[in-house]
């Protein structure tokens, strides 16, 4: 019937936490998802964690890119996880970091519950087919 | 319990993550929706819903901000719905609304969603509406709806507010002119946003005469929907002035003009309340919903009937070897489905 006809799109929230000002990365990103066929939501620059959490509770993402170039992944992303964890979003939202993240670092990023870290360089098609993937039912 | 009911229960009673997954239900059309809202409706009709549209760009995402900071000053909680009906082709879309809300941010009793057409722009004005009911069934105060204004669906998606508030920025005169019509007919309120820039006293000047002319709404004939056959016995008691829709002049960027608007907002609701014309509007809004559930629940038996007699391709086929004709296939489709309702 045709008002049970599911609609459902894959929606993605794309994050750029930290102080650093380079948002051309995480721009790309968000319009290789919309052609893609997502639903990005972009939040801007310089987010502090609990606006991305604020957002991705709100606007229920199947996907949270979080973009870091700062360096400073190690306090913010944990600080997120936490805020999601506080609403019941972290069980069912695929958490990416995109950026440059040390080997050591994206194991212990991985532990904490981070799906997959996409470094520079990482070809687009690589990051949406992954999205396409592993991005949880709603 | 049904997984619906426990996110109903879950929703009333407060939990975000709830609030966001039911409005992902409605947004996807999911089995089970329908129950959803259904569940919703009782505990509606508390929130004032304010409408906020006008051309892209004018200046409604700050607006929406700037008054939303100014109700959560007041105690008081909001939501948000922001519509992008754009780019419905590709399913893409990226959602660019949120990024004015700087004045709410990380505070949870502001709740903004944000939605897009998924190629079904006129679905979209339903989506909308259900979504502003969970809200409201939330306990939200005040729920806003932005939309860019365009063109009849957009008109739609305006219509499920009790307050509609045309945006227009200032230009070189012929500003309002270009207006188009149907949004004027809707329009409660004007705003002449982006007050600081050249051109707003002449937009205010042209807005004042075009209401004065009443070429803007009136009550009685705002025609939100279009159903007045529905309405003949509630018209507006004699004694009460029409409304004529005020001109608000504002900044959004710095707050001017907020408080403004947002007293303008409270005596149209007094207004709305005063002369029964809210209830009126209610009245055309559930007789709008009825009416388009009707429309889809029929248009589906009729689809699945005809998948049931072999789909629409042997009938074509039939057609086109000249066996038989689309008049006489919609009857015979149609016939069990008009037996029954004949039996009755
Ligand atoms: N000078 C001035 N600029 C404003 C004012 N209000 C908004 N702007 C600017 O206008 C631009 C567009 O503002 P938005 O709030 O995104 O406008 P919108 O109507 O929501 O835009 P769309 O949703 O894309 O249709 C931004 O750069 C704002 O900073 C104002 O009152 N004065
Ligand atoms: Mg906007």
Not at chain 1, 50 to 60: H, M, S, T
Not at chain 2, 75 to 102: C, F, K, N, Q
Not at chain 2, 165 to 184: R, S
Not at chain 2, 222 to 249: C, N, R, S, Y
């Amino acid at each position: 019937m045709s008002t049970d006809q599911s609609q459902r799109s894959i929606r993605c929230l794309v994050a750029k936490v930290g102080l650093d000002g380079h948002d051309r990365g995480a721009h790309v990103i968000a319009r290789a998802f919309r052609d893609a066929g997502f639903e990005v939501i972009y939040s801007g620059l310089h987010k502090a964690p609990d606006e991305i959490v604020q957002a991705a509770v709100q606007e229920d993402v199947n996907v949270l890119g979080i973009s870091i170039l700062s360096g400073a992944h190690n306090t913010l992303v944990p600080k997120i996880i936490e805020g999601l964890k506080e609403y019941d979003a972290f069980e069912d939202t695929l958490i990416l970091v995109g950026g440059v993240i040390p080997d050591d670092d994206k194991a212990e990023l991985k532990a904490l519950g981070v799906a997959e870290v996409f470094g520079p360089g990482t070809p687009m098609e690589e990051t949406v087919e992954y999205v396409r993937q592993n991005a949880p039912e709603r | 319990m049904s997984e619906s009911a426990a996110l109903l229960d879950d929703l009333l009673a407060g939990k975000h993550r709830a609030l966001a997954r039911v409005i992902t239900k409605i947004e996807n059309r999911d089995p089970g929706y329908r129950e959803l809202v259904s569940g919703l409706y009782e505990h509606t009709g508390n929130a004032e819903v304010i409408g906020i549209t006008g051309s892209p760009g004018a200046g409604k995402s700050t607006l929406v901000d700037k008054l939303a900071e100014h109700y959560r000053e007041q105690g008081e909680t909001v939501g948000v719905v922001a519509i992008d009906p754009s780019s419905p082709y590709t399913g893409g879309a990226v959602l660019g609304d949120r990024i004015r809300m700087a004045s709410n941010v990380g505070d949870m009793d502001v709740f903004f969603r944000s939605m897009s057409a998924r190629g079904n722009l006129g679905g979209l004005s339903t989506a909308t509406a259900d979504a502003v009911k969970a809200m409201d069934a939330f306990g939200k105060d005040k729920v806003i709806i932005e939309t860019v204004g365009a063109g009849q669906n957009e008109i739609d998606i305006v219509g499920a507010a009790d307050t509609v508030t045309v945006l227009v920025p200032p230009g070189a005169g012929d500003n309002v002119q270009m207006l188009k019509a149907g949004i004027l007919e809707i329009a409660d309120i004007f705003v002449v946003n982006k007050a600081d820039m050249d051109g707003a006293d002449r937009t205010v000047q042209e807005l004042t005469e075009m209401v004065h002319l009443g070429q803007g709404s009136t009550t009685v004939d705002a025609g939100h929907h279009g159903f007045d056959e529905v309405e003949m016995d509630l018209e507006m008691p004699a004694d009460t002035d029409p409304w004529k829709p005020p001109i608000v002049e504002t900044v959004a960027t710095d707050g001017e003009g907020v408080v403004d608007l947002v007293e303008t907002f409270a005596e149209h609701r007094a207004f709305l309340e005063s002369s029964g014309e809210l209830t009126r509007r209610r009245r055309q809004r559930v007789a709008e919903e009825i009416r388009t559930l009707l429309r889809d629940d029929a248009a589906g038996l009729v689809a699945d009937e005809l998948e049931d007699s072999g789909g629409v391709g042997a009938f074509v086929d039939g057609v086109m070897s000249g066996d038989t004709d689309p008049y006489t296939i919609a009857d015979d489709v149609m016939a069990p489905i008009r037996d029954c309702v004949e039996d009755q």
